[in-house]
T-cell receptor, first 114, second 117 residues
Framework: KAGVTQTPRYLIKTRGQQVTLSCSPI?????VSWYQQTPGQGLQFLFE???????NKGNFPGRFSGRQFSNSRSEMNVSTLELGDSALYLC?????????????FGQGTRLTVV | ELKVEQNPLFLSMQEGKNYTIYCNYS?????LYWYRQDPGKSLESLFV?????AVKQEGRLMASLDTKARLSTLHITAAVHDLSATYFC?????????????????FGTGTRLTIIP
């Protein structure tokens, strides 16, 4: 069974640019969550998508957005990149039911903003 | 707002020794997860603790959950170098919307464990 796949694995962008990250969940999983990991702030929740709808959102500015497609694949977009957006972005997939569903994480996308 | 605290933040221990990592959380939850992260890598699921009093063991690691005390522990027995990593606990915030629930994980700060030969 394939795991959670994130692409690309590494990205270098310039301040002011925008970036799109992709996440393919485990087959059969319908929930995709995104997390940002930085040395200073640790692991922080960005948003969760289920059935192509954003279900929950963390405390991040509107420059951070996402979407989910009918095949459950998800993308997140960051516009007008800032140096502080440099981080490891992790995607997690769950089956999607309300209780007792474990989150499985992808390898992450390492974004560096210069 | 749910807060999750781990201690210690850094732990350096000799091979063969025992130690415990603590995870405290601020609001009621009936589940807790432990993850391991190697440098530059993703999060590997270690334990899923589903109820009060739950205890799970895998090799030299044992995790327990006390929901009344809002405390989980990760105990390391006879540490070996391969256990060097950062360990995170995570507590789910459940939010029910319509007929479909969703949740987010609130992570602890992590414990960077270094095993010294």
């Amino acid at each position: 069974k394939a795991g959670v796949t994130q692409t690309p694995r590494y990205l270098i962008k310039t301040r002011g640019q925008q970036v799109t990250l992709s996440c393919s969940p485990i087959s059969g999983h319908r929930s995709v969550s995104w997390y940002q990991q930085t040395p200073g702030q640790g692991l922080q929740f960005l948003f969760e998508y289920f059935s192509e709808t954003q279900r929950n959102k963390g405390n991040f500015p509107g420059r951070f957005s996402g979407r989910q497609f009918s095949n459950s694949r998800s993308e997140m977009n960051v516009s007008t990149l800032e140096l502080g957006d440099s981080a490891l972005y992790l995607c997690a997939s769950r089956v999607g039911s309300y209780t007792n569903t474990e989150a499985f994480f992808g390898q992450g996308t390492r974004l560096t903003v210069v | 707002e749910l807060k999750v605290e781990q201690n210690p933040l850094f732990l350096s221990m000799q091979e063969g020794k025992n130690y415990t990592i603590y995870c405290n959380y601020s609001t009621t939850s009936d589940r807790l997860y432990w993850y391991r992260q190697d440098p530059g890598k993703s999060l590997e699921s270690l334990f899923v603790l589903l109820s009060n009093g739950a205890v799970k063991q895998e090799g030299r690691l044992m995790a327990s959950l006390d929901t009344k005390a809002r405390l989980s522990t990760l105990h390391i027995t006879a540490a070996v170098h391969d256990l060097s990593a950062t360990y995170f606990c995570a507590v789910p915030n459940k939010i029910k919307i319509s007929n479909f629930g969703n949740e987010k994980l609130t992570f602890g700060t992590g414990t960077r464990l270094t095993i010294i030969p």
